[in-house]
């Protein structure tokens, strides 16, 4: 038996790079797998069956996590589809590429953690846990 049978868990941005390599291997370690893409469809659907191909169990689901409805719908599904949600990576990110030392600071989203309570009331869907929001003032890398 693998460490992970039995587990679901999400990957936001599962569809390339870090994302990819996380989303394999917490199947190839026996989690069901859901994945997030925002623009990669065919990726996202490659993903899925080097997963399904060896054996795992993976759904890939569409969405944008810089919007935060989207982002909670997501959740939404992966617990619809695999039935619960254990393991959450969240990788989704946004990069707007070149050298360092040529970005911008307003480039650079800033974000904290709101920590929501530990037993959330019965029935309370698993993304109202815990989530991120803009810090107060600050906009978002596409919503500056």
Known sequence: MT???????LVTGGS?????AVARRLAADGAAVALTYANSAAQAADVAQ???????CAVVIHADHADPPVAAR?????VDQL??????????????????????????GEVRIRQLPEEPEEGTPAERRCFVEPRPGQGTMRDP
């Open 3 to 9: 460490k992970l049978a039995g587990k679901m868990a």
């Open 16 to 20: 390339r790079g870090i994302g990819t």
């Open 50 to 56: 080097s997963i399904e191909g060896k054996g795992g």
């Open 74 to 78: 997501a959740v939404e599904q992966t």
């Open 83 to 108: 039935r619960r949600l254990d393991i959450l990576v969240n990788n989704a990110s946004i990069f707007t590429g070149g050298p360092l030392e040529q970005a911008a600071v307003q480039d650079c």
